[in-house]
């Protein structure tokens, strides 16, 4: 199973998701020690992505660019 973190760690102040991959801090280091909790990991992340955009922020591979937020 490939990992979804694509190693741009911006994280959201307000929710702790990764603008980029939709992963907190915790899940990001569970994904590499508890592999069987891998699936539970993935489900909720293209909610969390959009919610995001929604919200206004950069998500994906463009949260890396200094603009985090569109204002």
């Given at each position: 199973?490939?990992?979804?973190?694509?190693?741009?760690?911006?994280?959201?102040?307000?929710?702790?998701?990764?603008?980029?991959?939709?992963?907190?801090?915790?899940?990001?280091?569970?994904?590499?020690?508890?592999?069987?909790?891998?699936?539970?990991?993935?489900?909720?992340?293209?909610?969390?992505?959009?919610?995001?955009?929604?919200?206004?922020?950069?998500?994906?591979?463009?949260?890396?660019?200094?603009?985090?937020?569109k204002d």
């Amino acid at each position: 199973m490939e990992r979804p973190c694509i190693k741009i760690c911006a994280y959201d102040e307000d929710t702790g998701w990764c603008h980029a991959c939709g992963m907190t801090k915790p899940e990001r280091k569970a994904w590499k020690r508890l592999p069987g909790y891998r699936e539970a990991i993935l489900q909720p992340l293209p909610a969390r992505l959009a919610a995001l955009a929604a919200e206004g922020h950069v998500t994906g591979p463009a949260a890396g660019k200094k603009a985090r937020h569109k204002d």
